[in-house]
């Protein structure tokens, strides 16, 4: 068994959609970068890649390259399962935190989950998604950007 672990972090700019896990979510602001910024479903490519001894998101999928322009995140995240495959590894389980000020993602984790479940074949209860503020500390405490942590297990 081994054991990856993601990170991400992008900040909120008008006139994006803000997308997590695959899930539009209604809000002011959307999160900033080349792809959707899907910071939830990025951290957990980074949290599987790194499992694997894969490197990161970035060596996968840079921001340079016109393919992965506005791409979903969910598809990055198919691509990551082909290449653990490939290795001839199996997911067991994630686990990931969003960090966000506002706003409440109470009603949409559990969309979140199974799109990540979906898109990775697995079951519901191989993902697990938290959500929490950071007390008003720091850039996403000030709402500036929302983070991720993700951790993965694979076999």
Do not use: W
């Amino acid at each position: 068994m081994k054991i990856g672990f993601g990170y991400d972090i992008h900040p909120l700019k008008e006139e994006r959609k803000l997308i997590l896990g695959g899930v539009q979510i209604p809000f002011e602001k959307g999160l900033d970068g080349h792809s959707d910024a899907d910071v939830l479903t990025h951290s957990i490519c980074d949290a599987l890649l790194g499992a694997a001894g894969l490197g990161d998101i970035g060596e996968h999928f840079p921001d340079k390259d016109e393919r992965y322009k506005d791409i979903s995140s969910l598809k990055l995240l198919a691509n990551v399962k082909e290449l653990l495959q490939k290795k001839g590894l199996n997911i067991e389980n994630i686990d990931a935190t969003i960090v966000i000020e506002q706003p409440k993602l109470s009603s949409f984790k559990q969309k979140m989950r199974a799109n990540i479940a979906q898109t990775l074949g697995l079951s519901y209860s191989q993902i697990n998604i938290k959500a929490t503020t950071n007390e008003g500390l720091g850039a996403v405490g000030k709402k500036e950007g929302i983070a991720a942590y993700a951790v993965a297990l694979v076999k």
